[in-house]
């Protein structure tokens, strides 16, 4: 089955500055990549997606690239808040999804 | 827009017992999941269905026993409770399995103590 790792699993940022997460995935059938954010309490929310046969999209803050060959794919967070603060899951799916470990990400004021 | 619901919240229940956490959409989704969270773990997939009466397993199986008789309900049972099945669960619907449609959507979790 799938396989997805994500780095790093806790990072520290400073309010204003970029954050960057990473994932990477083993099965080239995996045609769908979401990221999701965990609030204490909550189920994942998802925050961004993007599809095999896209290289990357924007969603005001927030980017996600997807590189096939590499089978990679990576979140980027840009002028960083608290609010951001949160644990973040990256998957990818080609009939069920499997998640990356998590990443805790907090943005000091 | 109920969305999905699971039940119930919280639950404590001793070993050996039987447990059924619920899972039920409102979205006509055919793709449903049962998900369990531990520190450490993420976010792991016990079974998933592609339909009524359509199962496969996930991840980590075992202990663990799904039924989908109807498109809306997606039950988790354990058949006898342990405490290594002490975790939050987690149930998910998507539209389909395809390139589109196939956002996955959660319910809020159900946590479960086993003493």
């Known amino acids: 089955g799938e396989n997805v790792e994500q780095h790093p699993s806790t990072l520290s940022v400073q309010e204003g500055d970029s954050a960057v997460i990473k994932c990477t995935y083993s099965?080239?059938?995996?045609?769908?990549f979401p990221w999701y954010k965990q609030e204490l309490g909550k189920g994942p929310q998802l925050i961004i997606d993007i599809r095999s046969n896209v290289g990357e999209k924007k969603d005001q803050r927030i980017a996600v690239t997807l590189n096939k060959t590499a089978k990679h794919f990576s979140l980027h967070i840009t002028e960083t808040q608290p609010e951001d603060s949160a644990v973040y899951f990256c998957a990818a799916r080609w009939q069920d999804m499997r998640f990356g470990a998590g990443t805790r990400l907090t943005v000091k004021p | 827009d109920a969305g999905i619901t699971q039940s119930p919240r919280y639950k404590i229940t001793e070993t050996g017992r039987q447990v059924t956490l619920m899972c039920h959409q409102t979205w006509s989704h055919s793709y449903m999941f049962w998900y369990r969270q531990d520190l450490g773990h993420g976010l792991r997939l016990i079974y998933y269905s592609a339909a009524a009466d359509i199962t496969d397993k996930g991840e980590v199986p075992d202990g663990y026993v799904v039924s989908r008789s109807k498109t809306e309900n997606f039950p988790l049972t354990l058949e006898s409770a342990t405490r290594s099945q002490t975790s939050v669960y987690f149930c998910?619907?998507?539209?389909?399995?395809?390139?589109?449609?196939?956002?996955?959507?959660f319910g809020e979790g159900s946590w479960l103590t086993v003493v």
């Open positions: 099965d080239s059938a995996s045609n769908y």
């Open positions: 998910a619907s998507s539209e389909s399995g395809g390139l589109s449609g196939n956002t996955i959507y």
